[in-house]
């Protein structure tokens, strides 16, 4: 089976950093992803990881460990349209192009 | 990326009727689509697979029969709900793919939801 766990909220001030873990137990692996959904709105794309390291796009890293089954999305210079929920990912291999998604990290920015 | 839309955003329905919702890609051939329903709080829970000329794959647990869904075209998907009742109430979303699993273009693009509500 498929299990994919991530904090259910996290708070954090303006302007800070914060990153946002995600842990995955699936049947193989093909790729991770993390996905921003803003209350009432479809999630939209933030990063794509497939191999072990560091992917940055501008304010927004993500990192990806196979060996240890572990995402983090990291976050900088946070402002308050930042808050949302923030939703892991993966792509299990044999699961064709299906995404089994985590059950998402509300982030409230506070000044 | 992909452009995807959805019709319609949101609708209101009696329990028992039926409501069909159309995901569309407007600017990507899409062979295969995705529908998803996600719960109030909770996370995207994938419903079927749609396959453009061939019937859908269900996940486990999702009535074929209750959730009819047909690709005729590879710009068009649609989701019928057959029967409604208040507990069908949800955010049911679409997606496209592009690109193959595991490789650098892979991407999945999101239609912008249409909320549903059983009364």
């Known amino acids: 089976g498929q299990n994919i766990d991530q904090p259910t909220e996290m708070t954090a001030t303006e302007g800070a950093i914060v990153q946002i873990n995600c842990t995955y137990q699936?049947?193989?692996?093909?790729?991770l992803f993390w996905y921003q959904q803003h209350a009432g709105e479809a999630p939209t794309f933030l990063s794509y990881?497939?191999?072990?390291g560091l992917e940055e796009k501008g304010r927004f890293s993500s990192f990806l460990s196979r060996s240890k089954g572990y995402s983090y999305l990291l976050l900088k210079e946070l402002q308050m349209k930042d808050s949302a929920s923030y939703l892991c990912?993966?792509?299990?291999?044999?699961?064709?192009?299906?995404?089994?998604f985590g059950t998402g990290t509300q982030l409230k920015v506070e000044l | 990326g992909a452009v995807v839309s959805q019709h319609p955003s949101w609708v209101i329905c009696k329990s028992g009727t039926s409501v069909k919702i159309e995901c569309r890609s407007l600017?990507?051939?899409?062979?295969?689509m995705f529908w998803y329903r996600q719960f109030p709080k909770q996370s995207l829970m994938l419903m079927a697979t749609?396959?453009?000329?061939?019937?859908?794959?269900?996940e486990q647990g999702v009535e074929k029969d209750k959730f009819l869904i047909n690709h005729a075209s590879l710009t068009l998907s649609t989701l019928t709900v057959t029967s409604a009742h208040p507990e069908d109430s949800s955010f049911y979303i679409c997606?496209?793919?592009?690109?193959?699993?595991?490789?650098?273009?892979?991407?999945?693009?999101f239609g912008p939801g249409t909320r549903l509500t059983v009364t």
């Open positions: 997606s496209v793919i592009s690109g193959l699993a595991g490789g650098p273009g892979y991407e999945q693009y």
């Open positions: 699936t049947s193989g692996f093909n790729g």
């Open positions: 990881n497939v191999l072990d």
């Open positions: 990912a993966v792509n299990p291999a044999g699961g064709g192009n299906k995404l089994t």
């Open positions: 600017d990507f051939q899409a062979t295969t």
């Open positions: 749609s396959n453009e000329g061939s019937k859908a794959t269900y």
